[in-house]
C-alpha cells in the first residue's frame, strides 16, 4: 500500500473515531487484526459491538468509498468479527457490522455517510 493511500486511510479512520464518539460510541479497539484480516473500529453502540469498516476516497473517479466493500472483503470482515468474538469468548452478544464511507472532495467539509447494519 502507498504511503498515500495509507494516510488517507488513517486521516478516515480518524475522522471516523470523532464522528463516533459525538454519537455516543465508545471506541473498544482500532485496526484489531486476525491472520490476515483487518477491522478497522470495534466499538459499542449502546448495548450492540459494532464492527466498522472505514473506506476513504477523495474522489469519485472509482464510485463511491462504500462501493469498494465487496463480497470477498464483506466474507473477511465477517470472518475477522468472528475471531474478536472466539478470542474474547464473547457470547449471546447483539452484533452488527458498519461501513463509515468518507469522501473527501475539494478540501472542504469531509462528507461521513454511516451505513449501519452494512450485510
Given at each position: 500500500?502507498?504511503?498515500?493511500?495509507?494516510?488517507?486511510?488513517?486521516l478516515?479512520e480518524?475522522?471516523?473515531?470523532?464522528?463516533?464518539?459525538?454519537?455516543?460510541?465508545?471506541i473498544?479497539?482500532?485496526?484489531y487484526?486476525?491472520?490476515?484480516?483487518?477491522?478497522?473500529?470495534?466499538?459499542?453502540?449502546?448495548?450492540?459491538?459494532?464492527?466498522?469498516?472505514?473506506?476513504?476516497?477523495?474522489?469519485?473517479?472509482y464510485?463511491?468509498?462504500e462501493?469498494?466493500?465487496?463480497?470477498g472483503?464483506?466474507?473477511?470482515?465477517?470472518k475477522?468479527?468472528?475471531?474478536?468474538?472466539?478470542?474474547?469468548?464473547i457470547?449471546?452478544?447483539?452484533c452488527?457490522?458498519?461501513?463509515?464511507?468518507?469522501?473527501?472532495q475539494?478540501?472542504?467539509?469531509?462528507?461521513?455517510?454511516?451505513?449501519?447494519?452494512?450485510f
Open positions: 500500500m502507498s504511503k498515500d493511500k495509507k494516510q488517507l486511510g488513517n478516515g480518524e475522522l471516523a473515531v470523532k464522528y463516533l464518539t459525538k454519537k455516543g460510541y465508545e473498544l479497539e482500532r485496526n487484526r486476525y491472520e490476515r484480516g483487518e477491522i478497522d473500529i470495534i466499538a459499542k453502540d449502546k448495548d450492540i459491538l459494532v464492527f466498522i469498516e472505514v473506506k476513504t476516497r477523495e474522489n469519485l473517479e464510485g463511491y468509498p462501493e469498494s466493500v465487496t463480497k472483503k464483506q466474507k473477511q470482515i465477517r475477522v468479527a468472528e475471531a474478536y468474538l472466539w478470542e474474547k469468548d457470547k449471546g452478544q447483539e452488527r457490522i458498519d461501513v463509515i464511507a468518507i469522501l473527501l475539494d478540501q472542504g467539509k469531509p462528507v461521513i455517510k454511516h451505513i449501519e447494519n452494512a
